[in-house]
């Protein structure tokens, strides 16, 4: 069973950084995809920035392109996501998420079959 925890989510000030991390076990990954969604408070999950396991390629919802990075650490089995230069309007529920293939960029919720618990980010202002 595949399991996804995520870590790193904090408090921090508006034009700070910060890594998330998300662990991922029970499974080998190549040619799986993973990304990052984020829930706002009282709205629906967006997606954020996904990535191939074995290619490293990467894809980014505009509204975070420039500013977060993602990568993984194939030997750690861990995805990373930095996020520089964070917004108030970046507060939310940040979740990792996986699915086996990697054929194209996955962008939707529904593909994915697994998630992890979420970690709260909350950006001051």
């Known amino acids: 069973q595949v399991t996804l925890v995520e870590y790193g989510g904090r408090l921090v000030q508006a034009g700070g950084s910060l890594t998330l991390s998300c662990a991922a076990s029970g499974g080998t990954f190549s040619y799986w995809t993973m990304g990052w969604f984020r829930q706002p408070p009282g709205k629906e999950r967006e997606f954020l920035s996904v990535i191939k396991w074995n290619s490293g390629s990467a894809y980014y919802a505009d509204s975070v392109k420039g500013r977060f990075t993602i990568s993984r650490d194939n030997a750690k089995n861990t995805m990373y996501l930095q996020m520089n230069s964070l917004k108030p309007e970046d507060t939310a529920v940040y979740y990792c998420?996986?699915?086996?293939?990697?054929?194209?960029?996955?962008?939707?919720?529904?593909?994915?079959?697994?998630w992890g618990q979420g970690t709260w980010v909350t950006v001051s202002s």
């Open positions: 998420a996986a699915r086996n293939g990697d054929g194209t960029f996955f962008l939707s919720p529904a593909e994915y079959n697994y």
